[in-house]
């Protein structure tokens, strides 16, 4: 959320049908966004300082993004097209400019399907609509699972990035192995980091860096 340009801009999100994305008309009010799909499940969403291009993650559970150029009062379906893991779902992302978005994708074994009114975030936490209409976030028991050979089947991790406004897509990392990602930041199109999950006998948390935008280590 910024004040910038004399009148505010934002862009809130939620699980919603019709009104899962939502932007600032004034000081006030929140306003519905159009989006081109009716049922929409925020995971994530990005803005650039000036509060004009907004991405939001993951459009219902899909290889897909919404992107606003108006401050979030339309968006428009970028769909991901580079080759990803089996199963790999967009989960967060990074706005550096108009053009330039990475966004993490990943799975975990034995994956809940999210429906209308529950939505897995990661391998243990969901949110889930209340029949007042409200949202609760609801966090589940660590999931147990026999690893075989060091791995464990259904884990997958990705970052995919685009420098044409998600017109094409190109995956810079792709793992199937023990961790799915969750959250990416970048300081620029060259320098981001990107944090993951597993629930394994290996380590719990993973970190991967990039210096030059392609190669996640």
């Not at 108006?70 to 989960?91: C, Y």
């Not at 949110?127 to 089947?153: I, Q």
Request: charged share 15%; hydrophobic share 40%.
């Amino acid at each position: 959320y910024t004040t910038l340009f004399r009148s505010p801009h934002g862009v809130v999100g939620g699980i919603g049908l019709g009104n899962g994305v939502q932007y600032a008309k004034n000081a006030t009010t929140f306003m519905p966004s159009y989006v081109p799909t009716l049922f929409v499940v925020t995971q994530d969403i990005r803005a650039t300082k000036d509060g004009q291009q907004v991405l939001v993650i993951d459009n219902a559970g899909s290889n897909a993004v919404l992107y606003s150029a108006d401050a979030g009062a339309a968006f428009e379906e970028k769909k991901i097209t580079s080759a990803l893991p089996k199963q790999a779902l967009a989960r967060y992302g990074a706005l550096v400019d108009a053009k330039t978005w990475f966004v993490t994708l990943g799975n975990w074994p034995e994956k809940k399907q999210s429906t209308a009114s529950v939505h897995y975030q990661s391998a243990r936490v969901f949110s889930m609509k209340t029949a007042d209409g409200k949202v609760k976030r609801v966090s589940e028991k660590m999931m147990s699972r026999v690893l075989k050979n060091g791995t464990a089947d259904g884990y997958s991790a990705a970052v995919a990035k685009t420098t044409d406004g998600g017109a094409t897509w190109t995956t810079v990392f792709s793992a199937e192995s023990n961790f799915y990602f969750n959250a990416i930041d970048c300081t620029s199109a060259t320098h981001c980091v990107a944090v993951g999950e597993g629930f394994n006998q290996g380590a719990g948390a993973h970190i991967y860096q990039t210096t030059d935008g392609q190669t996640f280590t």
